[in-house]
C-alpha cells in the first residue's frame, strides 16, 4: 500500500481531542498483527479495539489488562455460502484463471457477527466481551 500516516500516532491525536469516557476503536486493518498491536498500544485509553475487514470472525476476543476490550476481527454480516459474502465459483476462477472478475454477492446462509461489551460507564473501562453469530 502507499506510504500512510501513522495509525498509532494519529490515535494518539484523536484521543487528545476526545472528551467522552466510553471510546470504541474500529481498526479496519489486513494484518492480524497491525490490530493486535493497536489493541495493545491502546490498552487502558479506549474501551475497545475492535478489528475488522478480513470478514473472518476471530476466537480471540478479551479484556486486555488495562481494561480495553479486545477482538481481532468481530466478521462479517453477510451470506457465508461463499468467499468474504461474494459466490464462491466466481473467486475460485478469478484465483484460477488471474483474470478479473465482477463480483456477485453470494445468497442463502446469511449470518450478523457482532460483539457484546459489557464496560463500566464512569471509567469507560471494558468489564467483559462477548463474540456472537447469529443467523
Not at 462479517?76 to 461474494?86: A, K, T
Not at 464512569?122 to 462477548?130: K, L, P, W, Y
Request: aromatic share 6%; with cysteine.
Amino acid at each position: 500500500m502507499a506510504s500512510n500516516d501513522d495509525p498509532f500516532r494519529t490515535a494518539d491525536q484523536l484521543l487528545q481531542k476526545i472528551e467522552a469516557k466510553i471510546i470504541l476503536v474500529d481498526f479496519h486493518a489486513e494484518a492480524t498483527s497491525e490490530k493486535i498491536s493497536m489493541g495493545w498500544y491502546l490498552d487502558g485509553r479506549v474501551t475497545a479495539v475492535i478489528g475488522t475487514h478480513t470478514h473472518v470472525p476471530t476466537a480471540d476476543e478479551r479484556v486486555l489488562p488495562q481494561g480495553t476490550a479486545y477482538i481481532t476481527d468481530v466478521g462479517m454480516s453477510g451470506p457465508y455460502d461463499g468467499v468474504i459474502g461474494v459466490k464462491k465459483e466466481l473467486v475460485v476462477n478469478k484465483f484460477l484463471n488471474g483474470m478479473p472478475v465482477r463480483f456477485e454477492p453470494a445468497s442463502g446462509d446469511v449470518r450478523l457477527c457482532a460483539i457484546v461489551i459489557d464496560c463500566d460507564e464512569s471509567t469507560g473501562r471494558a468489564r467483559s466481551i462477548e463474540r456472537m453469530m447469529l443467523s
